[in-house]
């Protein structure tokens, strides 16, 4: 059986620089899980001795934390800083820019349209730069528009993972009913690049493993696309899930991984696979 990755996978852009930032700050702790993925949590843990802390109330004073990918609340930053801690930044560049475009919006007098999931750690931290909360709203469905108290004046950003053709539909939406919309276009690329590559392999794949972790959304995502091309797709965290049975009379698996999944991963279930068909 041939093993054949996916033209693009794994870690993006952000995840790498956080991983690399993490690294450089040995005994440190990161607020909120640093990716979604708990085996690199751990190995940062044991590595690096890099802690995690959940919750703002168990952060005590003068520690390094450092800030996740997904960026956090500014009064939560805010109380990190008023308890001395040396801040280490790993937001995502991809993050900050619709927090610094929400900041400066709102500032200016607009009334600021995020497009994204209100529970999503990135977007409870995006709403929370805006000078005034109760003139940035947060929506999932263009049907949402007609319920808010929007001035004429609106400016539009999205959450990094959201589909462009989606956003667009928020975009005509307000267009029609607004005086004057000012849309950044805030999606990442990261995120569309690997599924269109696991779509493109689970074509031609008689099995598709996707590895990466159950709670990210993206590894899920991955793994539904992937499902509609080659109905034996399977998603797994780490090589000990694998069922060699998958693998029976098939000619060719095909492997895809979540943002979040780190290339020591990757290897660990392509080294098993190979095991398994020896
Ligand atoms: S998916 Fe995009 S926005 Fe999210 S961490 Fe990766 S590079 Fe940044």
Not at 108 to 136: C, M, Q, R
Not at 194 to 223: F, P, T, W, Y
Request: contains cysteine.
């Amino acid at each position: 059986m041939k093993i054949e990755l996916a033209s693009s996978y794994g870690f993006c852009y952000g995840v790498k620089r956080a991983i690399d930032i993490a690294e450089k700050h040995q005994n440190s702790f990161t607020y909120g899980p640093l990716i979604h993925n708990k085996d690199e949590i751990k190995r940062l843990k044991e590595g690096f001795n890099i802690g995690l802390i959940e919750k703002i109330e168990d952060v005590e004073n003068n520690n390094a934390i450092v800030i996740r990918t997904h960026g956090i609340p500014k009064n939560e930053l805010a109380v990190l800083k008023k308890q001395e801690n040396k801040i280490i930044d790993a937001t995502c560049p991809y993050v900050t820019t619709p927090q610094n475009i929400v900041a400066r919006m709102s500032k200016e007098g607009y009334s600021v349209v995020i497009f994204g999931d209100k529970k999503h750690p990135e977007i409870k931290g995006v709403v929370s730069y805006a000078e005034n909360e109760n003139h940035a709203f947060v929506v999932l469905d263009k049907k949402e528009l007609d319920e808010l108290p929007l001035k004429n004046k609106v400016a539009l950003v999205s959450q990094t993972t959201k589909k462009p053709a989606d956003f667009l539909q928020i975009v005509n939406a307000l267009i029609l009913t607004h005086k004057e919309v000012r849309v950044f276009n805030t999606i990442c690329n990261a995120t569309f690049e690997n599924q269109d590559a696991a779509s493109e392999l689970a074509k031609r794949a008689d099995v598709m493993i996707v590895i990466g972790g159950r709670h990210s959304s993206n590894s899920k995502m991955l793994h539904s696309i992937s499902e509609q091309q080659c109905k034996k797709s399977y998603l797994i965290e780490n090589e000990t899930e694998l069922d060699a049975n998958w693998f029976k009379d098939k000619e060719l698996c095909g492997i895809s991984a979540g943002a979040s999944t780190p290339d020591w991963i990757i290897q660990n279930v392509i080294n098993k696979i190979q095991e398994i068909n020896n």
